[in-house]
């Protein structure tokens, strides 16, 4: 079970971090993305994190930033310049025998482990 939290909301331009506790997946097999879900519109992949390699969506590249904990046990991601169309719900996943770029490729709700979601308004 992944454990999340941060989120809430944000002016335009602003940043925020959302924090993933990963304490129970060894990330030495295991992929952990980033995703978001809009109102209305599909799940989509936002940044992905393997222990050797990170990739972005166009939605993230020179926005975000995901990073691991120093212990491995936590996965973050830092989102700045935030814009109104990155209002969603986020929700981090674990899934084994993929990488970042073919995780971040998948949509909807597909098998692997999520976290509960948390909720990100950018609005003035």
């Known amino acids: 079970q992944l454990v999340q939290s941060g989120g809430g909301l944000v002016q335009p331009g602003g940043s925020l971090t959302l924090s993933c506790d990963a304490s129970?997946?060894?990330?030495?097999?295991?992929?952990i993305g980033w995703f978001r879900q809009a109102p209305g519109k599909e799940r989509e992949g936002v940044s992905c994190?393997?222990?050797?390699?990170?990739y972005y969506t166009e939605s993230a590249a020179g926005r975000f930033i995901i990073y691991k904990g120093d212990d491995d046990n936590m996965v973050y991601l830092q989102m700045d310049s935030l814009k109104p169309e990155d209002t969603a719900v986020y929700y981090c996943?674990?899934?084994?025998?993929?990488?970042?770029?073919?995780?971040?490729?998948?949509?909807?709700?597909?098998?692997?482990?999520w976290g509960q979601g948390t909720q990100v308004t950018v609005s003035s």
């Open positions: 129970r997946f060894n990330l030495y097999l295991y992929v």
């Open positions: 996943v674990a899934d084994l025998n993929t990488s970042p770029q073919t995780m971040c490729s998948r949509t909807g709700n597909f098998d692997g482990s």
């Open positions: 994190i393997s222990m050797t390699r990170t």
